[in-house]
């Protein structure tokens, strides 16, 4: 699979939010709601995670 700049760049961000947000719900509490949303640029299906308090 060739992988653009773009597409790694969203990768690497996906992954340290993936690692900061647990932390960060721990602290404010709330329901994590989790949604796969197809995105055309990288032109897979990726997660979106929300914080909903």
Known sequence: MKISRRGFLVSTGAALAVRSVPQVA????????????????????????????
């Open 26 to 53: 721990g602290k404010t509490g709330g329901r994590r709601i989790l949604t796969l949303v197809y995105d055309k640029a990288l032109g897979m299906m990726r997660a979106v995670e929300r914080v909903v308090p």
